[in-house]
């Protein structure tokens, strides 16, 4: 079934099946939380170098598939994109919670970012909503 979910999506963002595409995607649906980096390569062993891993995830952001998430670290996470996602067009104005016990970080879909009211002249063109805190399975 996931592999199913897998090939539908790469073929849906016209990215062609390949190995690290397949095994890099089917982490992230089984995961259901937000992975750095160092999370998606510690999964995959010594299976992929680092480029690939690197590359991976660049062409599943280009094409709507994953998000990133900033961090306190200067660091960054990616997450699995809704369905409106799509390429070079991202719908994903949610906010992430970071839990400071366990570390996860979540993407609450539900939960919209207010509109914010900028100064003449400015305009935003993404607005990044971290909550940090204690999440439920830590209480
Ligand atoms: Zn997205
Ligand atoms: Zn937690
Ligand atoms: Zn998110």
């Not at 995607?25 to 089984?30: E, G, N, V």
Request: glycine residues 6%; proline residues 2%; hydrophobic residues 30%.
């Amino acid at each position: 079934m996931a592999e199913e979910r897998v090939t539908s999506i790469l073929k849906k963002s016209q990215l062609s099946v390949t190995d690290s595409r397949r095994v890099i995607l089917d982490i992230f649906l089984q995961s259901g939380n937000a992975l750095a980096h160092h999370d998606i390569e510690a999964r995959t062993g010594e299976k992929y170098d680092r480029v690939t891993v690197y590359r991976t995830l660049q062409s599943f952001m280009e094409k709507g598939i994953i998000h990133t998430i900033p961090t306190t670290d200067n660091s960054v996470k990616y997450a699995l994109c809704r369905d409106e996602c799509e390429e070079g067009h991202h719908h994903d104005n949610h906010i992430h919670f970071i839990c400071e016990s366990c570390g996860t970080t979540t993407c609450m879909e539900e939960i919209i970012v207010p509109l914010i009211q900028l100064p003449k002249g400015y305009r935003a063109s993404q607005i990044n909503m971290v909550v940090n805190g204690m999440c439920n399975k830590c209480k």
